[in-house]
């Protein structure tokens, strides 16, 4: 049963920063890409951001791009997304996701086959 369990979001004013983290268990995490959505009152669920299973390849949406970076450390089986120069745009609710086929670089949302519960950012203006 693969496990994603999300932490680190919080409220924060213009121009903060976040980490969030996503810690996976119950399967070899190091052989998935790794994939974090966010999704805004109203708004549909949007991908932000994607890291390939050795970290070597990464990938942003437009809107973060020079502000937000994906990492992964394999050994401690987590992801995290670091989130500078934070807007009130980027108010969400972040999930972290997984594909369900080894080494296969996801971009695509139907692509995740698991996710986390979600951890609320909220960033005030």
């Known amino acids: 049963q693969v496990q994603l369990v999300e932490s680190g979001g919080g409220s924060v004013q213009a121009g903060g920063s976040l980490r969030l983290s996503c810690a996976a268990s119950?399967?070899?995490?190091?052989?998935?890409?790794m994939g974090w959505f966010r999704q805004a009152p109203g708004k549909e669920r949007e991908f932000v951001a994607v890291?390939?299973?050795?970290?070597?390849?990464?990938y942003y949406v437009d809107s973060v791009k020079g502000r937000f970076t994906i990492s992964r450390d394999n050994a401690k089986n987590t992801v995290y997304l670091q989130m500078n120069s934070l807007k009130p745009e980027d108010t969400a609710v972040y999930y972290c996701?997984?594909?369900?086929?080894?080494?296969?670089?996801?971009?695509?949302?139907?692509?995740?086959?698991?996710w986390g519960q979600g951890t609320q950012v909220t960033v005030s203006s």
């Open positions: 996701a997984t594909d369900d086929v080894r080494y296969r670089w996801s971009l695509g949302y139907s692509a995740y086959k698991y």
């Open positions: 119950g399967r070899p995490f190091s052989t998935y890409t």
């Open positions: 890291i390939s299973w050795s970290g070597e390849n990464t």
